[in-house]
């Protein structure tokens, strides 16, 4: 993971108080963690690292696009990330990250390796179900959607049946309850 280097940050040698780092992520980032799922992307990562006596604060912001394919239509388009991720890191014997919120680093690190805080941070920042704009908007026109059309469920009931006899005395019986 030689390309990931950028993202180690040395704690050791920094004062107390905010740092502020800053990275520009695209696929080559993405292809270090096997992750495909991209057709493009470019982000903007900004990480306040706020360095106290006994833990760190760190608060991840990340902000850009990643061109991904429409689960209706399979038809790519730019896809906006806009995501924030908040984490303590504090000190103990050993490594535990069983916490979401609370990282737990042994006592002899000097350093902490970013890089899978904002990769998870990115691929979890995206919408469980993408949809293309322009499916919303319902000006898309692609083979997908023309076949999904055609085979909707037609409403079956036409106008000129009449209802059932039972519902209408169900329906007198709501009807008399609310008088």
Known sequence: MKVLKQFNIPFVGLTEGIHLFEYNIDNTFFEAFNYDEFENSSLDIKLEFVKKSTLFELTFS????????????????????????????????????????????????????????????????????????????????????????????????????PADPRWNKLKNLITEKNT
């Open 62 to 161: 990340a902000l850009g696009t990643v061109n991904v394919p429409c689960d209706s239509t399979s038809e790519y388009y730019d896809q906006q990330i806009t995501t924030v991720l908040p984490l303590v890191i504090k000190f103990g014997p050993e490594f535990n990250d069983d916490n979401e919120e609370i990282l737990i680093l042994p006592h002899e690190a000097f350093q902490l390796d970013v890089s899978q805080f904002i990769y998870e941070m990115i691929v979890l920042g995206q919408p469980s179900r993408r949809v293309h704009p322009k499916v919303l908007d319902g000006t898309m026109e692609s083979k997908a959607l023309e076949k999904l059309k055609e085979l909707q469920l037609k409403e079956e009931k036409t106008v000129d049946e």
